[in-house]
């Protein structure tokens, strides 16, 4: 649904997009995780149709989106620093996006009136900056769009809010297929709604996963063996990590659990446990081997 092959961006002489492929598919969500300046914006930007790219492509359903004024009308694109009319209230914004979004949903904005509990007869800018983000997945949601792009859409949002905001948007997913890019430095924020991530790092696209087949691709387990770790059982695993612990060997295996489970137990272990990884440890291990710190998406 949202397809970009081989973007870059250069600003002056800074090249802050580098040849970015990847491919959200429709009905699904897409974490992009990258630290302060990694170039998320400007990705965002592109893929929304305001900034033009200096090389690639953008498809968003097999359309250009650059000027493509029918496919802005189904696409919403809520950006860091939110900007509202200042003398607009929430009703009149409303019938500003009314005009300009086709499938504009009345009956919803008055629904998540009710559910987000905001005065629609006062100005949004004097609204508190966590309430103006509210207001801008109101407005979006009663659009009903195709494709929504978020660019650090949770900050100031207390945590209750960002729940309900979450749920929202992964039930018009559910529903009605919408298709959503979230762009975020951190992971735990959004690996809860998330099917697939990216980590962009000084503009390229470092490591892209599915989250359901990362998390069942690495293992962590525990094993001790009589007289130790055998010969030749490492050769037959995918080991990206190794502890000692005593006479204990924590590792982080990737490959199928049957596999490694079948491998090392034809050692004949004296110990073996299989532990949970949480998706941090999992991009740790995984980028470890790349070489590349990850800290700030991991905060
Ligand atoms: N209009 C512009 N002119 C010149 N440089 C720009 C412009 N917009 C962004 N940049 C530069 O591009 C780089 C990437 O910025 P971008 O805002 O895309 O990063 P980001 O990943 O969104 O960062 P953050 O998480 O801090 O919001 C930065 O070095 C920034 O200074």
């Keep these: 649904m949202i397809e970009s092959k081989n973007l870059s961006k250069t600003f002056q002489r800074d090249k802050v997009v580098q040849d970015v492929t990847f491919h959200v598919k429709k009905g699904s969500i897409y974490g992009l995780l990258g630290s302060n300046g990694a170039g998320k914006t400007t990705l965002m930007r592109i893929l929304a149709g305001i900034l033009r790219q200096d090389e690639g ?8 989106v650059y000027e493509n004024v029918k496919m802005k009308g189904k696409m919403v694109f809520i950006p860091d620093s939110l900007y509202f009319f200042n003398q607009y209230t929430t009703d009149q914004l409303a019938k500003f996006y009314q005009d300009l979004y086709p499938n504009w949903n ?4 008055e629904k998540l009136a009710e559910m987000l509990k905001l005065d629609t007869n006062k100005k949004v800018s004097r609204f508190s900056k966590g309430m103006q983000r509210q207001v801008g997945f109101w407005l979006a949601l009663s659009a009903m769009p195709d ?3 978020l660019d650090e859409p949770f900050d ?3 945590p209750v ?9 992964v039930q018009d997913v559910a529903d009605r297929e919408m298709t959503v890019l979230i762009s975020s430095h951190n992971l735990r924020e959004v690996e809860d709604i998330c099917d697939h991530v990216g980590i962009l790092h000084k503009g390229s696209m470092l490591l892209q996963r599915d989250l359901d087949e990362l998390k069942s691709d690495i293992h962590k387990v525990q094993v001790a063996f ?5 010969e030749g059982l490492k050769d037959n695993l995918d080991v990206l990590h190794e502890e000692t612990r005593g006479s204990v060997k924590l590792l982080i295996i990737r490959g199928e659990e049957e596999d490694v489970s079948t491998a090392i137990e034809s050692y004949q272990p004296v110990l073996y ?7 941090e440890e999992i991009f740790i291990y995984e980028m470890g081997g790349v070489g590349y710190a990850i800290d700030n998406i991991l905060v």
């Design 57 to 64: 492509e953008v498809l968003i359903g097999d359309e250009p």
């Design 147 to 149: 494709i929504l792009i």
């Design 161 to 169: 809010t960002r729940r309900t905001i979450k749920n929202l948007v």
């Design 226 to 230: 009589k007289g130790g770790m055998p």
């Design 106 to 109: 009345q009956q919803r904005y």
């Design 273 to 279: 446990d299989l532990l949970p990884l949480t998706l």
């Design 156 to 158: 100031g949002l207390d």
